[in-house]
């Protein structure tokens, strides 16, 4: 059996984060959002690598105004 991954330094089990278009949707594509700030903030600091799928940035630009 494979060793549990190691905590990073943010105490995230994973520093790779893939997010699809529910986590968009639940907070209304508002990129103010505290959680979504949050996750761009982990980011700029490295802390945490997003991945997004085409077909998940295909689907926002469908749904943006």
Do not use: C, W
């Not at 905590?7 to 790779?16: D, F, I």
């Not at 986590?23 to 700029?44: E, W």
């Amino acid at each position: 059996m494979a060793a549990p991954p190691k905590k990073t330094s943010a105490g995230l089990e994973s520093r790779h984060i893939f997010l699809d278009m529910e986590v968009y949707k639940r907070y209304g594509h508002n990129l103010s959002d505290k959680v979504l700030q949050r996750l761009l903030q982990l980011t700029k600091e490295h802390i945490s690598t997003l991945h997004i799928t085409d077909i998940t940035l295909e689907e926002i630009k469908r749904q943006l105004p």
